[in-house]
């Protein structure tokens, strides 16, 4: 298993950033992703603690489910089905206010479970998602800024 975190101060109020965050219904507008769909709802609210919802980066899909959610701080959630396939043992998604806006901080956990080249690829897959991440929250503060 591999952990990355990345940290990022955005200019934004915590709660719309949060909401940025959750709302899988706008993902399509960040770097990468095709396609995002919500298969079954939480509470509280539709994203909330027990959501499922599928994410399309093209070469990979991920199905993950939301395992913590308190607005505006903390978002967690567990990939459970993924191509490539994964082993995940989970990422969490913490927001802090400060006097510049909101730090960011997102952390997670994983390997690609694929036989004889997973530990070969999973320090890339990492890298992958690292930049993705970063570019993720450069997104969300442009648009929120």
């Known amino acids: ?15 719309k950033v949060f909401d940025v965050l959750s709302d899988h219904a706008n993902y399509y507008r960040l770097p990468g ?15 909330g603690l027990g959501a499922v919802r599928e994410i399309d980066v093209g070469l990979a899909w991920f199905q993950e489910e939301i395992t913590a959610y ?3 701080t903390r978002m967690d959630y567990l990939i459970t089905e993924s ?5 995940h043992k989970g990422s969490s998604i913490r927001l802090e206010k400060t006097p510049e806006g ?15 080249l997973g530990g ?21 503060d442009e648009t929120l800024a």
Request: no cysteine.
């Open 83 to 87: 191509r490539p396939p994964m082993a």
């Open 120 to 140: 070969l690829l999973t320090p890339l897959l990492m890298r992958k998602l690292e930049k993705g991440f970063a570019a993720t929250l450069k997104a969300i």
């Open 1 to 15: 298993m591999r952990t990355i975190t990345v940290k990022r101060t955005l200019k934004a109020p915590i709660e």
């Open 70 to 72: 308190q607005r505006p």
């Open 33 to 47: 992703i095709k396609r995002s769909t919500l298969t079954k709802k939480g509470k509280p609210g539709k994203n």
């Open 102 to 116: 909101t730090l960011v901080t997102w952390t997670s956990t994983m390997r690609l479970d694929v036989p004889l």
